[in-house]
């Protein structure tokens, strides 16, 4: 899945603020005629960015 292209299609500022590069996620979708994966649904296995920098946030505080 490497070389597959994903369209998020609806939420992907919510994306944005859950996933960073070298996160696991599971996606549901469907393949476009181009090809392309459009993710219909995603979860990330384990904690989300935003949660990792809430947890950060507070150690500082």
Same mark, same amino acid.
Do not use: P, W
């Given at each position: 899945?490497?070389? &597959? %292209?994903? =369209?998020?299609?609806?939420?992907? *500022? %919510?994306? =944005?603020?859950? @996933?960073? $590069? !070298?996160?696991? *996620?599971? @996606? &549901? !979708? &469907?393949? %476009?005629?181009? #090809? +392309? =994966?459009?993710?219909?649904?995603?979860?990330? *296995? #384990?904690? &989300?960015? *935003?949660?990792? $920098?809430?947890?950060?946030? +507070?150690?500082?505080?």
């Amino acid at each position: 899945m490497a070389e &597959t %292209n994903c =369209l998020i299609a609806s939420h992907s *500022l %919510n994306f =944005l603020a859950d @996933v960073e $590069d !070298g996160m696991k *996620l599971i @996606v &549901t !979708g &469907t393949r %476009n005629k181009r #090809g +392309q =994966l459009i993710v219909a649904k995603y979860a990330v *296995l #384990g904690k &989300t960015k *935003l949660m990792i $920098d809430f947890e950060r946030y +507070q150690s500082v505080s």
